[in-house]
């Protein structure tokens, strides 16, 4: 999926943008991410990037780091979205859906009056990002969708199998890891791969060692999100 045509290159990006620590979620490149916005800060992150570019990173707390509750260490890599649907319900809370773009990596925390965090960014790294598709050749799709058979067996899922095969590979690795229950390191792992093929065997190994511990008693047999 397109965002705009304005973000064809890291260039076209804004140099600082509002960041959004929350973890366990990830926003990869073109895949798109539904959020309930209730929370005071978060509103007018929401508003101001309305404004502008609407814009927002969502980065992960890293809780080796330290920080506090309300304001906790970042990762320093996120995936950057904009606002493409905004619906606001009758409680006062709002919807939206952020569509990927790129990664960042995070150069800067600037201090800010704003209720929100916002950090100087750079899109360089993963400029293969403004990509569509890149690198799906290189993929290993069987091998994918035979661990997802397995896995949601080994959880009595089922899954639109239609749909699965249809889907394009980008869109398909993405949004399995982007709906994976693992952890927070293992999603920042997801996240930092440096290219589709790379993320693909890292979401393999993660679910072929859930499984594995899941046969022997272990507690990562958990269904996904």
């Known amino acids: 999926m397109s965002v705009s045509a304005h973000y064809r290159t890291p260039e076209d990006l804004p140099e600082v943008i509002p960041v959004f620590p929350l973890a366990g979620a990830l926003l990869l490149p073109r895949a798109q991410l539904p959020l309930n916005i209730f929370e005071p800060r978060y ?12 814009v927002i990173g969502m980065i992960q707390p890293d809780e080796s780091k330290g920080g506090s509750a309300m304001r906790p260490a970042l990762f320093s ?66 091998r994918l969708l035979k661990t997802l058979a397995d896995y949601l067996r080994a959880n009595r899922l089922e899954a639109d199998w239609q749909d699965i095969r249809q889907a394009p590979t980008e869109a398909l690795v993405n949004g399995l890891s982007m709906m994976s229950p693992y952890g927070p390191p293992e999603k920042q792992a997801l996240l930092e791969a440096p290219d589709l093929k790379s993320r693909t065997d890292v979401l393999i190994a993660i679910t072929e060692m859930a499984l594995a511990r899941s046969r022997t008693g272990g507690d990562n047999d958990l269904p996904m999100q």
């Open 77 to 142: 890599v996120g995936g950057a979205g904009k606002i493409t649907q905004f619906a606001e319900t009758g409680d006062g809370r709002y919807l939206i859906t952020l569509t990927g773009i790129a990664r960042f990596r995070v150069m800067e925390e600037l201090p800010v009056n704003t209720l929100y965090r916002q950090c100087r960014v750079d899109f360089a790294s993963f400029r293969s990002d403004f990509i569509p598709r890149y690198g799906e050749d290189e993929v290993d799709r069987e």
């Open 43 to 54: 509103f007018a992150m929401t508003d101001d990037a309305m404004k502008g570019s609407r």
